[in-house]
């Protein structure tokens, strides 16, 4: 299988506190995505980083890109009970015709 | 709000009834997309329509058929459905870059289909 996988697979933490979620994925890739689902509602996209690109930012996100280790993470910076969602990566593998999605982390932001 | 509609939110149905769910995109894309998801396990993609043709399907069975007759409409039409197909259908749209070779850019979902099969 070539789906990516996130890591952790839930994360709990307080407001104002940054949550670090990380992707891994196997080949090479053209771009990998972030999205961002709340509870039983359509993934909302985030941020894309091209396989040239290391660091992104976009407000209070920010995605790195590891190509040597086939990684990524997303950084959200003083998170708010609003964060509270499942995060997805979602990979643009060469040679394939489709976006592949992990099984994403679930975010918990407590007031 | 995406750009995305899907209707209806919610559905219900028997093993033996006939529904189809639809999908449509105001946003001038030229790919759609269909995907369960299933409690505890991975988005999976069912269909893609790329220029208005099906270029996958990923083994997905028979009582589930795509129909997609243009660029910003999708249809998934359901018969004799089993209980463990009850998920969240969800519908994408993107804009790809060319019909020979593809480079995926972000989609856009919209806010899916509840269904439950009893």
């Known amino acids: 299988s070539q789906q990516g996988e996130e890591d952790p697979q839930a994360l709990s933490i307080q407001e104002g506190e940054n949550a670090t979620m990380n992707c891994s994925y196997k080949t090479s890739i053209n771009n990998l995505q972030w999205y961002r689902q709340n509870s039983g509602r359509g993934l909302v996209h985030l941020i894309l980083?091209?396989?040239?690109?290391r660091e992104k930012h976009s407000g209070r996100l920010r995605v790195t890109l590891d190509t040597s280790k086939k990684s990524s993470s997303l950084l959200i910076t003083a998170s708010r009970a609003a964060d509270t969602a499942s995060y997805f990566c979602?990979?643009?593998?060469?040679?394939?015709?489709?976006?592949?999605f992990g099984k994403g982390t679930m975010l918990l932001v407590s007031p | 709000e995406t750009g995305v509609t899907q209707t209806p939110r919610h559905l219900v149905m028997g093993m033996t009834n006939k529904k189809s769910l639809k999908c449509e995109q105001h946003?001038?894309?030229?790919?759609m997309y269909w995907y369960k998801q299933s409690a505890k396990k991975p988005l999976e993609l069912m269909f893609v329509y790329n220029f208005k043709e099906q270029t996958e399907n990923n083994s997905v069975p028979s009582r589930f058929s795509p129909e997609c007759p243009n660029s910003s409409h999708l249809f998934l039409h359901l018969h004799t459905l089993q209980p463990e197909d009850s998920a969240l259908y969800l519908c994408?749209?993107?804009?790809?870059?060319?019909?020979?070779?593809?480079?995926?850019?972000?989609?856009?979902f919209g806010p899916g289909t509840r269904l439950t099969v009893l």
């Open positions: 946003l001038g894309h030229n790919a």
């Open positions: 980083i091209r396989s040239n690109e």
């Open positions: 979602a990979t643009d593998y060469s040679g394939y015709s489709t976006l592949t």
């Open positions: 994408a749209s993107s804009q790809v870059l060319s019909a020979g070779e593809f480079s995926y850019n972000e989609q856009f």
